[in-house]
């Protein structure tokens, strides 16, 4: 059974219709990883999964259910940890004011995970006094603390520096081998290639094609798909 | 000139209970109505955020009384009149300083509402973004992430606000309330000593404000979120309100 669906959600902006139906799953342990043009609805549907938006038709479900607070963490393009409080306290936030968790096992749990992404010895900094790079590795720590069954990642890489772009990516990829379910909208091509279950493509609020990254990047089927990857490669 | 200036006088109008007594009631006067209206004004401003078209409509009809009349105007109406309209008002409780006092709160929330509004929507929308995404309640995230960022936002504003209504509590002078002015009034009435009284007035007000200036400027300390970035002096996004007619 698929962890995270989406079962034909439609969803619109006034008159906008930003996806067009859109039928999607990921089984446990796959990384999902979604291209496409700017305005094809690939971030929308990201926010969709992480009951960030509603659709107006069809639904999201969680292992069959609507999940729950902190069950599919969300990793953005601008990292936006919260600016007022150190990277420790942004990682401890979730279980502090979701969990509401004692500030002693917070801080315990908290510590655990900035160590899994290799910034302990910055946990009294605030994101101001961070790279990009560093910040989007706590913000990756603020949403595995609450230990999501997905993760879901919106051109986390986007917005780095070109020299930070891998120090993102290695966590994801450590990530991905550790067997975390994952939902990753990029344009880091070699990432899908070397990481990816399968690939999406995404293009005018529909997904065009799904193929495993091998026949995905050599023999793309859909002409729309061939277009782009030859506008990216 | 100097030579009419009676040294001895101005020292001993400076420290002359009326002076102080007034300075002090000043004070308290415009520090409780800025603590009112900051609490009502919050109310306000988020009024302004709400889904219900009446409760935006109250906010701005309120707004738009007590910004749209003179300050003197809504004093004068409080002490005199309400007692007119509502007994509970024409009872010994109802002091000179209780009048000022709901006055200038209920007119300076008017102001803190715009201060505060702005505030708040100058913090990136990403914040509350990233709190959803945690799943955090609406209520903590106000609490926890975005207040905290708006107060860097709206405190040098209050600071402004509080400048002017230390100088608009003289206006309740014509109360009968027995604040600065009205100490330096009724000295210069009765000595025709006009300068030593007057200069005595005005350096209690700049010392008030002087000692308002240093607390601020550690308050935006305390809210500047980086150990670096300490000196950095964030351009405040609120724009200046003009308070010259009030």
């Not at chain 1, 291209?35 to 929308?44: D, E, H, V, W």
């Not at chain 2, 008002?89 to 006055?103: E, H, M, R, S, Y």
């Not at chain 2, 009968?176 to 009724?186: I, K, R």
């Not at chain 2, 550690?218 to 000196?231: D, I, M, N, V, Y």
């Amino acid at each position: 059974m698929s962890v995270l669906r989406a079962d034909n959600v439609r969803k619109f902006y006034d008159d906008l219709e930003v996806l067009r139906g859109v039928t999607f799953e990921v089984e446990p342990g796959e990384v999902k990883v979604i291209i496409g043009p700017s305005g094809s609805g690939k971030s929308t549907l990201l926010r969709c999964l992480a009951v960030l938006e509603e659709p107006e038709e069809g639904q999201v479900t969680l292992e069959g259910r609507r999940p729950g607070p902190g069950e599919v963490g969300m990793v953005f393009q601008q990292f936006n940890l919260f600016q007022n409080m150190t990277a420790l306290q942004n990682v401890m936030s979730g279980l502090l004011h979701v969990r509401g968790q004692s500030k002693r096992e917070a801080r315990e749990q908290a510590l655990a995970f900035l160590q899994r992404v290799g910034l302990e010895d910055k946990a009294a900094q605030y994101p101001d006094e961070l790279s990009g790079g560093q910040q989007q590795r706590v913000a990756i720590a603020r949403a595995l603390v609450m230990k999501p069954r997905a993760m879901l990642f919106d051109e986390a890489t986007s917005a780095l520096d070109i020299e930070l772009v891998r120090e993102v990516l290695d966590v994801m990829e450590s990530l991905a081998r550790e067997g975390m379910t994952m939902v990753v909208v990029t344009h880091e091509m070699r990432f899908a290639q070397h990481v990816a279950t399968s690939v999406l493509m995404m293009d005018e609020g529909r997904i065009v094609e799904e193929a495993p990254p091998d026949e995905f990047f050599s023999s793309p089927k859909e002409e729309r798909t061939q277009r782009f990857l030859s506008l990216v490669e | 000139m100097l030579a009419s200036f009676d040294t001895h006088l101005f020292w001993s109008a400076l420290s002359s209970s009326p002076y102080w007594k007034g300075a002090l009631i000043a004070l308290a006067l415009a520090s409780a109505s800025l603590g009112i209206a900051v609490v009502l004004g919050f109310f306000l401003a988020l009024g302004r955020f709400s889904r219900f078209r009446v409760v935006r409509g109250i906010v701005f009809f309120y707004n738009w009384i007590f910004r749209a009349t003179p300050t003197l105007l809504q004093l004068l109406f409080i002490w005199n009149a309400l007692p007119l309209l509502w007994p509970v008002f024409a009872q010994g409780w109802f002091k000179p300083f209780i009048a000022a006092l709901v006055a200038l709160s209920l007119n300076e929330a008017a102001y803190m509402c715009e201060i505060i509004r702005a505030g708040l929507l100058s913090v990136d929308p990403g914040q509350e973004l990233a709190g959803r995404a945690l799943g955090m309640p609406r209520r903590k995230i106000l609490r926890r992430v975005i207040v905290p960022q708006a107060v860097r936002i709206v405190i040098p504003p209050t600071g402004n606000e509080f400048i002017t209504l230390l100088k608009l509590t003289s206006l309740a002078s014509v109360i009968s309330l027995q604040e600065l002015l009205t100490a330096s009034q009724n000295l210069a009435a009765v000595r025709f000593e006009y300068i030593e009284a007057y200069s005595a007035a005005l350096v209690y007000y700049l010392g008030i404000v002087s000692v308002l200036m240093v607390l601020q400027s550690r308050l935006e300390r305390k809210f500047t979120w980086s150990s670096r970035g300490r000196a950095r002096v964030a351009a405040p996004a609120v724009p200046a309100i003009s308070h010259d007619a009030r």
